[in-house]
């Protein structure tokens, strides 16, 4: 018998979260938490979202990765980056990894300005952020993270030789 998906809706309805092992196929191995994020997550419906996800997530001192869907996702604010970041926290303090997949457009946007893929790995697709947490290597090392759609990138700048 499969682990029960749990669900919870914002209450104007603009948010929407899913968790379960059985998500996606590439979460076939177990203690690894899929989490599917939706819609729009600000000040709004961040608070109501942690409280969800410290009832959903790993509770009750169980081990397990976490890959959280973030495709589905449209908005967010420093709300939202200030809760993933204290989620990465709690996970590395517990031996245990928080992975991001798919971060589109303003999201991987907002992910790229305050540098979180540096701390939290973070994949452009599930099936990527699946694979790095089935190899079993931990602790993650982040991936190199390019924003998809942001125009084009600028050349790296050449050192400068000292004068003399």
């Known amino acids: 018998m499969g682990e029960p998906v749990l669900r919870w809706r914002s209450q104007d309805g603009a948010a929407a ?3 379960g092992e059985r998500l996606h196929p590439a979460l076939a ?7 599917r994020l939706q819609g729009h997550l600000d000040f709004v419906n961040v608070p109501a979202l942690e409280r ?16 959280a869907d973030l495709s589905g996702v449209t908005f967010v604010d420093s709300s939202f980056l200030s809760l993933v970041l204290g989620l990465a926290r709690r996970h590395q303090a517990a031996r245990r990894e928080l992975v991001l997949a798919g971060p589109q ?39 190199p993270f390019a924003v998809r759609g942001a125009g084009a990138s600028r050349p790296a700048a050449s050192p400068t030789s000292p004068p003399g």
Request: hydrophobic residues 50%; aromatic residues 4%.
């Open 17 to 19: 979260a899913t968790v």
């Open 29 to 35: 191995a177990g203690g690894v938490r899929g989490l």
């Open 52 to 67: 969800f996800l410290r009832r959903a997530l790993c509770a009750g001192g169980e081990t397990c990765h976490v890959l």
């Open 105 to 143: 457009g303003q999201v991987a946007r907002a992910l790229a300005v305050v540098g979180l893929p540096n701390l939290v790995p973070t994949y452009p697709g599930v099936a990527e952020a699946a694979a790095a947490l089935a190899a079993g290597r931990w602790p993650l090392i982040p991936p």
